[in-house]
């Protein structure tokens, strides 16, 4: 088995020690994102995810109503939410199925996005941070993640090393 900094070296040849900095700190930190927004979750007894849900506008807001309105589906969307978004969040952190983790990190960002999208003449009750038009920070944390699919950090530094071996 390849050392560890014979496992970067190979796979700095490729991308710069720059790039991969770069990399694994937007892996750990969006991690942090989610794990984070998942245990707040998880620790406040009163959370429900029925107000975002019924505050949805556009094509698919009928759809997230839907799910608020039946008391035993909102249940499973709220352990579904933080669950997804603890493990994703531990998945990006530790490097552990990282492109599974990724990939179940957009499959979220993509539903979060199409319950609230930033378009004209959309207005929610929730309160937003600023004034987006089309991309929103939902989109490009969502992109992130799609970057993040795309090179194995997680293979170089992280359990999937272990898992999988190395593969650059």
Same mark, same amino acid.
């Given at each position: 088995m390849l050392s560890l900094l014979t496992?970067?070296?190979?796979?700095?040849?490729?991308?710069?020690?720059?790039?991969?900095?770069?990399?694994?700190?937007?892996r750990v930190l969006i991690g942090w994102h989610f794990l984070y927004e998942g245990l707040v979750k998880l620790v406040n007894p009163d959370w429900s995810s029925i107000g975002y849900l019924l505050d949805s506008k556009?094509?698919?807001a009928g759809f997230?109503?839907?799910?608020?309105?039946?008391?035993?589906?909102?249940?499973?969307?709220?352990?579904?939410?933080? &669950?997804? #978004?603890?493990?994703?969040?531990? @998945?990006? =952190?530790? +490097?552990v199925f990282t492109r599974i983790s990724a990939i179940g990190g957009m499959v979220l960002l993509g539903f979060y996005f199409l319950s609230h999208p930033p378009f004209l003449n959309l207005?929610?009750?929730?309160?937003?941070?600023?004034?987006?038009?089309?991309?929103?920070?939902?989109?490009l944390e969502l992109i992130?993640? &799609?970057? #993040?699919?795309?090179?194995?950090? @997680?293979? =170089?530094? +992280?359990?999937?090393?272990?898992?999988?071996?190395?593969?650059?």
């Open positions: 496992c970067i070296s190979l796979f700095i040849m490729k991308y710069s020690k720059w790039q991969f900095t770069a990399l694994l700190l937007l556009w094509i698919l997230f109503h839907s799910l608020a309105a039946n008391p035993a589906v909102l249940n499973v969307v709220d352990f579904l939410n933080v &669950w997804g #978004l603890i493990i994703v969040g531990l @998945g990006l =952190i530790l +490097g207005e929610y009750v929730l309160p937003s941070e600023g004034s987006y038009l089309i991309v929103n920070k939902t989109l992130s993640l &799609w970057v #993040l699919c795309l090179f194995p950090t @997680g293979r =170089i530094i +992280g359990i999937d090393r272990i898992i999988f071996g190395v593969t650059e």
